[in-house]
């Protein structure tokens, strides 16, 4: 059976996607950062799980020979820096410019595109981007996420774009109270949006959770009618 490959499989959505591949009965490889503090607990979870574990590198031709190797059929790419991690390189006295937006969330997306292309594979590409990203975002965050989907868009792969609204759950690793709260008084704000007739609005935005989005994201790989499209958060509830 075909494989799927998932990037960012430690993340609160891609650790997601890895349990339902497996849920499912699909062959699911979990990619791992080799300096991961957490890869031995990782790698057990997602060998508990029914997943392989791949350490490649983040280095192109180390991704091509894996690529080549496993032969995935889709490939997720559920990566993302946070504001947290870049004050920790701060902190910590490593160069932040290797944590920020434009090196995670848009330049290792680059880099899965460009391996998958020279190790000859055409996977669907299922790319986790975002809600309101477009070309005149006023944030880092949104611009990075824009030229990633512009990546994707120019690769020549098939791909699913997936564009969530906020993201929630109980079992996040870094607790985003702030993010939660304006979730929160967003999806009020929402629900009386409806009352007054914007559905559409209220879909559009509303929050949704890790494993939901998850459903939504394996299902969605494997629909012939989500090859090269770009589903906005009210169709991934």
């Known amino acids: ?8 499989a430690t993340g609160f959505t891609g650790r997601e996607v890895v349990a339902e591949l497996c849920r499912r009965g699909i062959p699911a490889v979990a990619h791992v950062r ?8 990782w790698r057990e979870k997602f060998m508990s799980m029914g997943a392989e574990v ?27 820096t946070t504001r947290a991690r870049i004050k920790q390189a701060v902190r910590s006295g490593r160069d932040p410019k290797r944590q920020d937006y434009e090196a995670v969330d848009y330049g290792l997306t680059a880099l899965l595109l460009r391996a ?13 981007s975002a809600a309101g990203t477009g070309k005149t975002g006023l944030t880092a965050y949104a ?6 989907e512009q990546a994707v868009l120019k ?7 997936a564009r969530p609204s906020f993201i929630v759950g109980p ?20 629900l009386l949006a409806g009352v007054f007739g914007l559905r559409k609005l209220r879909e559009r935005y509303r929050s949704t959770t890790n494993r939901v989005l998850a459903r939504a994201l394996v299902r969605y790989a494997f629909e012939p009618s989500a090859e090269n499209a770009i589903l906005e958060s009210e169709t991934l509830h």
């Open 1 to 8: 059976m075909e494989k799927a490959m998932v990037f960012g």
């Open 171 to 190: 079992d996040r690793d870094d607790k985003r109270s702030m993010e939660l709260l304006g979730a929160k008084m967003i999806d009020g704000l929402l």
């Open 116 to 128: 998958a292309s020279a190790a000859g594979i055409k996977p669907r590409f299922v790319y986790l």
């Open 54 to 80: 791949d350490t490649s590198e983040w280095e192109e031709a180390a991704l091509v020979r894996t690529f080549v190797r496993v032969k995935p059929a889709i490939i997720f790419c559920a990566i993302g």
């Open 143 to 148: 611009r990075a996420r824009y030229k990633a």
């Open 34 to 41: 080799p300096d991961s503090p957490r890869l031995k607990d």
């Open 155 to 161: 690769s020549g792969l098939p791909y699913t774009i």
